[in-house]
């Protein structure tokens, strides 16, 4: 079946920059809308950053501007550039994939930790 392996979170100072990864095996990963989801302790996961199958990109208002969406198809792998982090940015990040491009979800990630200090 489906599965999504994130990775690159950790602790970074304000200011600093993350990338996280995705892992997608067992799908045609090409044809998956994919997204970045976070939820932080108390609040609502939130739809951070999307990308479809033909490379379209948005992202929550947030972050536009400090961070980046993009996918490699050939390593079946997502990745999130985080750049100018804040403390608001602190959350437990998701990867989610749209396998039919409809915008439901119906794969998630176990999710990768990201902290950043002030």
Not at 12 to 17: E, I, K, N, R
Not at 41 to 70: H, M, W
Not at 87 to 92: H, N
């Amino acid at each position: 079946q489906v599965q999504l392996v994130e990775s690159g979170g950790g602790l970074v100072q304000a200011g600093g920059s993350l990338r996280l990864s995705c892992a997608v095996s067992g799908s045609i990963f090409s044809l998956y809308a994919m997204g970045w989801y976070r939820q932080a302790p108390g609040k609502q996961r939130e739809l951070v950053a999307r990308i479809t199958s033909d490379g379209s990109t948005n992202y929550a208002d947030s972050v536009k501007g400090r961070f980046t969406i993009s996918r490699n198809n050939a390593k079946n792998t997502v990745y999130l550039q985080m750049n100018s982090l804040k403390p608001e940015d602190t959350a437990v990040y998701y990867c989610a994939a749209d396998k039919y491009n409809l915008g439901y979800n119906n794969y998630w990630g176990q999710g990768t930790q990201v902290t950043v200090s002030s």
